[in-house]
């Protein structure tokens, strides 16, 4: 009788705290759809009011407001797919390096235009077992925040490396780094460590969450390290595909 009520308890505390992160989480979306909308509103009601005028540069604003609530819409919809395990993965061989390549490609645009360099290093062809759009999706998240988060002219390096019989991806910059205190909580639903300049810069929140999930989902992890002014370094393990195409030696 003990045991089943002990059992009974855990049940009825593991329940109550699903519910409780059910509610934090449509309130932390509400708040967070909430911005954009109102300042969508202030401009519409500026421009009745003749307090703002109806030029091209209130139009890039509102614009900007729109864009940033089509991205979370967007981003909500990957979690929701993601975490719920619902998302179609097209899992086949790939090539780690091919796939760190062109997410390096994608992001060259943003780095150039901040002057920040960003750099391949791979050492051995390894082939991952993966969906290549979204492994792509999270590398490419990586890069666009180690190139949002470091000032111009930083460096960022993507490096592909084979550990105890896993592939692994680091995404390294030279940056500010971490804080230790925000590190452990990177990875949550819209945690930013500084909210104003994410803000400005147009992020979700959401990044990060995403690719653990997607990550998660591939039977990989993510990790997060970071050292005081050294930079942050983000390391993506993947399971290792045994196809033809990988010339790494089997450990
Ligand atoms: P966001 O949309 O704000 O970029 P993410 O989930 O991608 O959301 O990242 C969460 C937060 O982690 C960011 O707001 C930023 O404060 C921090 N962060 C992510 N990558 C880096 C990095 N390379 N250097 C410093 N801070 C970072």
Redesign the pocket.
């Known amino acids: 009788m003990g045991e089943l009520a002990r059992t009974f308890n855990s049940m009825v505390e593991e329940l109550s705290r699903t519910e409780e992160l059910r509610r934090n989480l449509v309130a932390d979306v509400a708040h967070e759809l909430r911005t954009p909308v109102t300042n969508l509103r202030g401009y519409i009601e500026g421009i009745s009011d003749g307090v703002i005028p109806p030029n091209a540069a209130t139009l890039a604003s509102m614009q900007g407001e729109v864009m940033l609530q089509t991205r979370l819409i967007e981003d909500l919809q990957d979690l929701a797919l993601a975490e719920s395990g619902q998302m179609q993965l097209k899992i086949q061989p790939c090539d780690l390096e091919e796939l760190a390549r062109s997410a390096a490609n994608a992001v060259q645009p943003q780095a150039q235009a901040k002057g920040t360099k960003v750099a391949v290093e791979t050492s051995e062809a390894l082939a991952v077992n993966a969906d290549p759009e979204r492994i792509s999706q999270v590398l490419r ?1 990586l890069l666009v ?2 190139v ?3 000032p111009s002219g930083s460096q960022v390096t993507v490096r592909t490396l084979q550990r105890n019989g896993h592939a692994e991806v680091h995404v390294a ?1 030279n ?4 804080p230790p205190e925000d590190l452990p909580h ?1 990875f949550d639903r819209f ?4 909210k104003s300049r ?1 803000r400005s810069t147009g ?7 995403i690719a653990r999930s997607l990550v998660e989902a591939h039977g990989g992890s993510i990790e997060a390290r970071s050292k005081k002014g050294k930079g ?1 370094e983000f390391v993506v393990t993947l399971p290792r595909s045994r196809a033809a195409s990988d010339a790494g030696p089997e450990n």
């Open positions: 998240n925040n180690a949002n988060y470091t910059d940056g500010p780094g971490i990177i945690y930013r460590v500084d994410s992020g979700t929140g959401l990044g990060l969450t942050a």
